[in-house]
């Protein structure tokens, strides 16, 4: 008897979501199983990663992830060239972390400046995100949406304590929208329910559950990703299926793995090579777990999760 290979069905499917324009459009999600199941149904796109650029110089940064933009990271613009025309960026995702008040405290006007800037300077996609500051957030991302208007970008993040503003501005200048919430799938779902009672169309939602590092909650990120994408496949729940977003980058590249240096913990092997698998293997889970759209620092660690997705798709 030969043999079959067993295969789940599923009653829903994952939204798909395109930002860009003209040539350079990207689409993400739309798939009908889990992720890589390829054999199990359809998956019509490939994740995407962004490479994360900022407004300001990246002094938080450690030294090993700042050498790699050390030319380029006094300037937005350049930085933005950089990642497209020699690193071969797909997208770019800009965080305007210079408006946060315990940065420059950046106003919005400067921050719309930045936005059009490296518009101007670039033809990949744009994501457009706030300095997680709820407050300021509100008035920097309305400023930025109107900078960018027409350029079908992705703006975010809309949370629950700014989530109205937000989400206006990105109705009135038809950008695609980032939903943060805490690690909680009650209160992604909250979330999203109340984007979408605004008339914002749930086809242009991404859904953000928060992001963790290897070691650092990883296990519990992990299980959150995959109840929103099985309760988007296996109970058809409408509010569950906008594609998932994992904002990586600033979440590995903070821990102590990353900086201590080699003289204080030798064990740990070479501090370069810890910092680019950490930011791999925590965006490699991210995947398996059901995201999308990946934002990313590294280029190596970059180039990695795209080798690994080249094998799994």
């Known amino acids: 008897m030969a043999y079959v290979v067993p295969k789940e069905s599923y009653n829903g499917k994952v939204l798909g979501v395109s930002f860009g324009k003209d040539s350079q459009t990207l689409n993400f999600g739309g798939e009908n199983t889990l992720p890589f199941l390829s054999f199990e149904g359809e998956i019509p796109a490939k994740p995407v990663i962004a490479f994360e650029i900022q407004d300001i110089p990246p002094d938080d940064w450690p030294e090993t992830l700042k050498a790699q933009y050390a030319a380029v990271s006094s300037d937005p613009v350049k930085w933005a060239m950089h990642c497209q025309n020699e690193l071969k ?10 408006t946060h008040p315990d940065r420059e405290n950046r106003s919005a006007q400067d921050a719309a400046k930045t936005v059009k800037d490296v518009l101007a300077a670039i033809n990949v996609p744009l994501i457009i995100l706030g300095s997680n500051n709820v407050e300021k957030d509100a008035s920097v991302l309305v400023a930025a949406a109107e900078a960018a208007s027409g350029h079908n970008c992705i703006i975010g993040k809309a949370q629950e304590g700014n989530y109205k503003t937000i989400v206006a501005a990105a109705l009135a200048h038809n950008h ?3 939903a943060m919430s805490e690690l909680d799938i009650n209160l992604a779902k909250q979330l999203n329910i109340l984007i979408t009672q605004m008339g914002f169309n749930k086809e242009n939602l991404i859904t953000d559950p928060m992001c963790s590092a290897l070691g650092y909650g990883l296990e519990y990120t992990y299980s959150v990703m995959e109840r929103i994408r099985l309760a988007a496949l296996m109970q058809n729940d409408a509010t569950m299926q906008p594609p998932i977003a994992g904002d990586v980058g600033m979440y590995v590249w903070k821990i102590k793995e990353v900086s201590a240096l080699e003289a204080e913990v030798p064990l740990w092997g070479k501090l370069e090579e ?4 950490w930011e791999a293997v925590t965006a490699s889970a991210m995947l398996i777990a059901g995201t999308n759209l990946l934002i990313m620092r590294h280029p190596k660690a970059i180039e990695t999760v795209q080798k690994v997705i080249g094998e799994l798709i």
């Open 176 to 178: 695609k929208l980032i």
């Open 89 to 98: 960026a797909q997208a770019i995702a800009l965080r305007l972390i210079g």
């Open 274 to 277: 810890r910092g680019v698998a």
